[in-house]
């Protein structure tokens, strides 16, 4: 089947409603988690960026905390559904893979969580996403980074009134997996409507993504893998050294 060159944009309209159905408690429990972690390191108005904000999980509760928040998302589906739940939070949004982001304005917080690393696919995106992040922060900013373990590489299918879901994730080649998405809408009418999504994960070794961001000029503050436990991921505050 052919690669889908931006994961997500064929059925951004029903992503949140395939993540909540497949694993909602589970999921409000991790964006509230991660949210309190933010909210005990920085307090309103500072400016976070959000990489890899989809359909804003985590940028929309810490806008309307109060936060400065921008963003960044490649795809421009998700990015659309973000703005429709906004609501009244300020909240900036920016079109942009993380390798490729840049910004005038330098934050207090950067955010690559939610398995956004493993849609990197090598090494030079890799380092470039990283060195972004770097680059994007003030001198003392923090970076909130997961490392999704290989044990999430597998695949899984729900169903209920609502949803039929199947997810294939199957080895490609090296550490390249081939994520497949077929999922059917139960619309009220009766009627159902069929979504798919083909394309490429990656995944990174704990210790490589850890030389990469030393590289990058992160040292580490602190290992939240045990507060995340049952997450999937390591978890790891990096922060960028302070000038002066």
């Given amino acids: 089947m052919p690669v889908s060159a931006q994961p997500h944009a064929s059925w951004a309209d029903v992503y949140d409603l395939a993540y909540e159905r497949s694993f909602g408690e589970f999921y409000n429990q991790l964006t509230d988690a991660t949210v ?8 309103p108005p500072a400016r976070i960026v959000d990489f890899g904000a989809g359909t804003g999980r985590l940028s929309i509760p810490l806008a309307e905390m109060g936060f400065d928040v921008t963003a960044v998302e490649p795809c421009l589906e998700m990015l659309s559904q973000l703005k429709q739940k906004k ?5 900036r949004t920016v079109c942009s893979k993380m390798e490729d982001f840049v910004s005038d304005e330098r934050f207090d917080v950067a955010l690559c969580v939610f398995t956004v690393l493993l849609y990197l696919l090598d090494e030079e995106s890799l380092t470039k996403a990283l060195t972004a992040a770097h680059a994007s922060l003030k001198s003392g900013g923090i970076l909130l980074i997961d490392i999704p373990s290989k044990a999430i590489f597998q695949g899984y299918s729900r169903c209920d009134h609502l949803i039929e879901r199947s997810v294939s994730v199957v080895n490609q080649t090296g550490d390249i997996f081939i994520y497949q998405e077929d999922l059917k809408v139960k619309q009220l009418n ?13 995944y990174w070794p704990t210790e490589k993504v850890t030389e990469v961001l030393a590289e990058s000029g992160f040292v580490l503050e602190a290992d939240l893998s045990g507060y995340f436990s ?10 960028k050294a302070e000038i002066g």
């Fill in 230 to 239: 049952g997450a999937g991921s390591h978890y790891y505050i990096m922060k």
């Fill in 36 to 43: 309190q972690v933010i909210a005990e390191r920085v307090q």
């Fill in 190 to 202: 009766g009627d159902e409507v069929k979504y798919s999504d083909t394309f490429q994960i990656r």
């Fill in 87 to 91: 609501r009244q939070a300020a909240l």
